[in-house]
């Protein structure tokens, strides 16, 4: 899943990780709402189809790497 040999590079989690990051660059506020990044997300790559589930897993992969963190309000909170 994070580097597969079986399906499109675009559905990798490093690509998909790196689009995400792109986004959060790009806002102006530290934190977002999951569902908005997710719908950003879907309009910035409409050639990728992936479903929620799926995107919650690129997540998981930033929170990992220390790329992200989850707010008590359960709000994605960037940290970079």
Not at 22 to 35: C, M, N, R, S, V
Not at 46 to 63: G, R
């Amino acid at each position: 899943m994070i580097i597969p040999t079986d399906t499109p590079p675009e559905r990798s989690m490093y690509v998909i990780g790196a689009s995400v990051v792109g986004i959060l660059k790009k806002e102006k506020a530290k934190t977002i709402d999951p569902d908005i990044l997710y719908k950003k997300f879907i309009k910035n790559n409409p050639h990728v189809k992936i479903t929620y589930n799926y995107f919650l897993y690129a997540l998981d992969w930033l929170f990992i790497l220390g790329l992200v963190e989850l707010t008590p309000q359960a709000m994605i909170k960037r940290c970079f």
